[in-house]
């Protein structure tokens, strides 16, 4: 039996050989990645460097991860940082370019003109019997 594989075998102390962050620091981790993508989609001028920046960030958050991963045997959350990021900027590029829409303004005007609950009139006086 051969122990060249430190991954195959637990090491000598017990100690477990990845460590992982607990569920808040997970979230916080997604939290802080989809501001980002957020500021990204808020800041970037045009749509290519909108791609670009997004792009950017995505190779240092997988950057980030691989280096924890690899030197710190550390086990970081990727794919929801990914998706936090990504769909962030995904959607914020996709609302903004509906707002630049003629035809959204004049749906979305209709939308804030209506009224959902009822009109009261303000005159007249209660009886109060």
Not at 24 to 49: C, E, K, N, P, Y
Request: contains cysteine; glycine residues 8%; hydrophobic residues 45%.
């Amino acid at each position: 039996y051969s122990q060249r594989s430190s991954l195959a075998c637990h090491p000598p102390s017990n100690r477990p050989q990845l460590w992982v962050t607990s569920q808040w620091q997970d979230g916080f981790w997604v939290w802080i990645w989809s501001i980002l993508g957020g500021g990204i989609a808020t800041i970037a001028v045009s749509r290519f460097h909108c791609i670009v920046c997004g792009s950017v960030a995505a190779i240092v958050l997988f950057s980030v991860c691989t280096v924890v991963f690899v030197f710190f045997q550390g086990w970081m959350a990727l794919v929801p940082a990914q998706l936090g990021l990504l769909g962030t900027i995904s959607t914020l590029t996709i609302y903004q370019n509906l707002r630049q829409n003629k035809q959204f303004n004049s749906v979305l005007e209709k939308f804030k003109n209506e009224t959902i609950l009822p009109q009261f009139s303000t005159g007249g006086s209660l009886d109060v019997g």
